[in-house]
């Protein structure tokens, strides 16, 4: 009898739903790749569940709508040609395994192959690229993808209600048991291809989120990754979708979820605990929740980009060609770069109307600043991406006819096929980019903007500091991570031109500031710390401990210190820093508690420390030290933000008796200091005030002046 975790989905009978053939086999019994066939080996013989592991090669089978390739006909033969898609993620992900492991692609076509091709069509791909195609008949692929994926599924991901006809497409039965075939279908080519209890099956995004179900009724014991490329919405978005539950118990048939932000996987947490009463745990620095007597762990997944590929590309020389001949043509001017989808939620319309306000309200800007808006080919034809291209064109044609010129285009619209080197080079030339999206997923842009400016070939000078600005909407995944933007709401365009007027006018050397860190950022996603020999045994029991919350805490940092050891979670997404914090606060107390250190939290930091010392301890060493030397001190300022600053306070009130004392706490809140101000911008301001301050009256023997205060605010 089949579990309760496969209930409703199993109930359609999907086979019948819209009585479509079934796929024709593409694959023959016999194959020459070991274990490409559940159960049989590369001698043909059977791989029972004892023997297989050390027969058969491991094996990665990622599982996609579409496969990895570029696929052309050659006009001569009419024969299919096929390479890979270099720019695909799924094809990028390869990399990030281990060579011995075999990774297999299953997913579909972008053109119809005629029935009569496709066994040897299937063959050339699995022999030439390890690929796996479905064949889905036309009539499905339409309902399937281009009706519940791309006008019920993606629309709601994307927090767009069905409200009217115009608004959305309302669901629609007929399209929701496509997805269901569809999703069978592949199903059974996994099963076909796969020996589920060794390989990793590794499923993505949403066109497939009901796949895990079919997969874990054929093998309860299949490995299964799951992962989301774009937002999922807020429980009160989601709890609209009529096959709400479906979705989610496809969901929990895995044994991970993968999400690009916490913001999602917690919109999924909810959604589990609102609709199902499933709770959830955080436990190591990873969250899971049981289901039917399994675990299923999820995990923030944040995508990167593949560095060394991107910077191989800056190096070529059509890229340096093209880099001269926009150097040229823009002589002079400088540059916005803008890289998106044509789709109602990449804000491009918002975009060109929050740069319209900017020329109207800086006149001195026009004939110096250029919009340069790449438009990536749209993935689907429907009225709302016609409507978005119409509203696009009309307002760029209005900027460019109001403050253009015979010699000056302020918006340069590029809506074509654009090769990486294209991009990589305006990515390279531009003193600004933004990305002004609604609603969106990671969007890998900023990095790849980032990446090529660090490596710009224009640059004359390779020891110059490099700089970068970025104008990121707040409602993208990747902005979280981006500490040094610009975060902007779309909806608001007054603050979106002011935004890109402080991105062109800020002073080099906090460009340079932002850039250095946002590219620190961009290398060390992977980054594993050089640590310094560490001769207290709690530091090695430490270390680990936090490099394992780093890795599972998108944005934060490990900061090695003479003494001691400090978790930074500033750049990490609030909430989810703030209960990694908790957590990790819990468990180095419990791992260090026969140490001779101790733990304690901060704003925005964890710390471990040896016993015994403090910035109080701190503060007085130094306070006493300069006064047993003769250094008597007439004023002293003490600054700090967070609670380990008030033994500083306190130690300072109790040691120095001779000199007036400034103690300061930023922030308004009851603390041991005398005073207080409201931000780090008053701090700055208050520093700057004394150290130009002079004294009237000077003398021969000149008072001493100690400040001391925390860098950590």
């Known amino acids: ?158 927090y767009m209600l069905p409200m009217c006809p115009d608004h959305a497409d309302r669901f629609d039965r007929v399209l929701w048991k496509a997805y269901v075939s569809a999703n069978k279908i592949f199903a059974d080519k996994v099963m076909e291809v796969a020996n589920p209890e060794d390989d990793y099956i590794w499923v993505h995004d949403y066109h497939l989120m009901i796949l895990p179900t079919f997969l874990r009724n054929r093998c ?35 044994d991970l979820i993968g999400f690009h932000t916490f913001d999602y996987a917690r919109h999924f947490l909810s959604c589990c605990s609102r609709m199902m009463g499933l709770d959830y745990e955080s436990k190591r620095g990873h969250i899971g929740l049981d289901y039917f007597g399994r675990t299923v762990y999820i995990k923030i997944l944040p995508v990167g980009i593949h560095m060394g590929r991107l910077e191989s590309v800056l190096n070529l020389p059509i890229t340096l060609r093209k880099v001269k001949e926009i150097a040229e043509r823009f002589k002079g001017k400088k540059l916005i770069v803008g890289v998106d989808d044509m789709d109602i939620f990449k804000g491009i319309s918002l975009k060109l109307l929050a740069f319209e306000y900017l020329l109207q309200m800086h006149p001195a800007l026009r004939d110096k600043l250029v919009l340069i808006q790449i ?4 993935r689907s034809a429907g009225k709302d991406v016609q409507e978005a291209k119409m509203e696009t064109y ?28 294209e991009k990589s080079a305006y990515y390279s030339m531009a003193d600004c980019c933004i990305v002004n999206a609604v609603r969106d997923g990671m969007n890998l842009v900023p990095y790849k903007y980032i990446v090529c400016r660090q490596n710009s070939p224009h640059s004359d000078d390779e020891t110059a500091l490099r700089t970068s600005m970025l104008v990121v909407s707040e409602f993208v995944g990747c902005s979280p991570s981006l500490s040094g933007a610009i975060r902007v709401n779309p909806w608001d365009i007054e603050s979106v031109a002011v935004a890109i007027n402080s991105a062109i006018i800020m002073k080099e050397s906090e460009k340079q500031l932002r850039h250095a860190k946002h590219y620190r950022w961009s290398r060390t996603s992977d980054w594993q710390p050089d640590l310094v020999p560490m001769e207290l045994e709690w530091k090695e029991i430490a270390k680990p401990v936090m490099e394992l919350y780093r890795e599972a805490t998108d944005g934060s940092t490990i900061e090695i210190k003479e003494s001691g050891l400090v978790w930074h979670h500033q750049d990490a997404d609030p909430d989810f820093g703030s209960c990694q914090a908790k957590e990790l606060l819990v468990h180095l107390e419990n791992v260090l508690a026969n140490e001779p250190a101790v733990v304690k939290r901060g704003r925005h930091i964890v710390e471990v420390k040896p016993q015994g010392v403090s910035k109080g301890l701190v503060a007085e060493k130094v306070l ?90």
Request: aromatic share 10%; glycine share 4%; charged share 25%.
């Open 1 to 158: 009898m089949a579990s309760k975790s496969y209930a409703n989905i199993l109930d359609l009978d999907p086979d019948k739903l819209l009585d479509i053939p079934q796929t024709p086999r593409a694959l023959p019994r016999v194959m020459t790749i070991p274990g490409i066939i559940a159960g049989v080996d590369s001698y043909g013989n059977d791989c029972d569940s004892e023997s297989t592991s050390s027969s058969c090669r491991e094996r990665k089978i990622i599982v996609a709508n579409m496969l990895p390739l570029h696929i052309q006909r050659d006009p001569d033969t009419l024969k299919l040609t096929f390479s890979f898609d270099e720019d695909s993620l799924l094809w990028q992900l390869k990399d990030g395994f281990s060579p011995e492991s075999e990774v297999v692609y299953i997913g579909s076509l972008k053109v119809e192959v005629d029935a009569r091709e496709q066994e040897e069509v299937a063959q050339k791909l699995l022999d030439e690229y390890n690929c796996v195609p479905t064949f889905l008949p036309y009539e499905l692929h339409r309902k399937f993808y281009g009706g519940f994926c791309k006008h019920q599924l993606w629309p709601l991901f994307h």
């Open 220 to 254: 309860n014991r299949v490995k299964l990754g799951f992962f989301l490329h774009s937002p999922f919405p807020s429980s009160e978005i989601y709890r609209t979708l009529p096959v709400r539950d479906e979705i989610l118990k496809g969901l929990l048939n895995c």
């Open 624 to 713: 006493s030290t300069m006064t047993e030397n003769g250094e008597p001190l007439d004023f002293v300022t003490c600054i700090g933000d967070d609670r380990s600053d008030e033994d500083m306070f306190e130690s300072i009130m109790n040691t120095v008796s001779s000199a007036e004392i400034f103690a300061c706490t930023v922030g308004r809140k009851p603390s041991k200091a005398r005073y207080y101000l409201d931000d780090t911008v008053d701090v700055v301001r208050l520093l700057a005030g004394l150290a130009n301050a002079s004294d009237p009256k000077p003398s021969s023997n000149p008072a001493r002046f100690h400040v001391t205060f925390d860098t950590g605010f």
């Open 394 to 421: 009309l307002i760029l044609n209005r900027i460019n006819e109001a403050y253009g010129s015979p010699d000056y285009q302020p918006v340069v619209l590029i809506d074509r096929p654009v090769a990486r080197y």
């Open 375 to 378: 438009v990536n080919p749209a």
